[in-house]
């Protein structure tokens, strides 16, 4: 009886299959511990880059205010404001003058989903008591408009434009300090945007 028992351990031992197969199981279960390991890892850093995207990313490009121009000015930025007490918006629009000419008296108006409004433009917005009344080449100035429309939407698109005196059909232009007479025709820029509203309280608008 001892001897079978002693020969089974001998087989057993000498037996170069049950070796590799102990040697597999082995490997097997250092490779499931590698990846139950590192898995989490790999789980949590593709989670905190997709939260990145979500919240950082993404709004950033797909939410950003847009606005252009077919000609005569640039929109350099815009924001629209909207009031939900006062079911009503302002927008505001900062341009810069791309003529090579001055341009005189800027005007502005703008439209949402059907609603009209005038508004006015100025050099700064700290001072909105100073029109931009001559806007030298390459000068940036600000247009705001009050429109009585509140919207609750993701987005909104609507039209700009802007009336100005352009010193390039005057017959008096003065290249040295940008000025000139009247000129006798005036010129409407038209542009569009798409905005993302921000709700605020009337303390908030530019007067």
């Not at 040697?23 to 590192?38: D, N, R």
């Not at 709004?59 to 640039?74: A, D, E, R, Y």
């Not at 802007?162 to 010193?167: E, M, T």
């Amino acid at each position: 009886m001892a001897l079978k028992k002693f020969c089974r351990i001998f087989i057993y031992i000498n037996d170069p299959m049950k070796h590799a197969l102990s040697k597999t199981s082995i490997k097997a279960q250092s490779a499931m511990e590698y990846l139950i390991t590192y898995g989490w890892a790999f789980l949590v850093i593709t989670v905190v880059i997709s939260l990145f995207a979500i919240y950082i990313y993404l709004p950033s490009h797909l939410n950003q205010n847009k606005c252009t121009f077919l000609n005569g000015v640039n929109c350099v930025d815009m924001i629209l404001q909207s009031n939900a007490s006062t079911s009503s918006s302002q927008i505001v629009v900062a341009l810069s003058n791309k003529q090579v000419f001055s341009l005189q008296n800027a005007s502005f108006n703008a439209s949402i989903n059907g609603k009209n409004a005038s508004g006015s433009c100025f050099y700064s917005l700290s001072n909105t008591l100073l029109s931009a009344n001559n806007i030298i080449p390459g000068n940036e100035f600000y247009c705001v408009a009050n429109i009585p429309y509140q919207s609750r939407l993701a987005t909104v698109n609507g039209n700009l434009y802007v009336s100005v005196s352009n010193c390039g059909f005057s017959q008096n232009y003065n290249a040295s300090n940008y000025t000139c007479t009247k000129p006798p025709i005036e010129s409407i820029y038209t542009g569009m945007f798409t905005a993302q509203p921000e709700l605020v309280s009337k303390s908030k608008f530019i007067s």
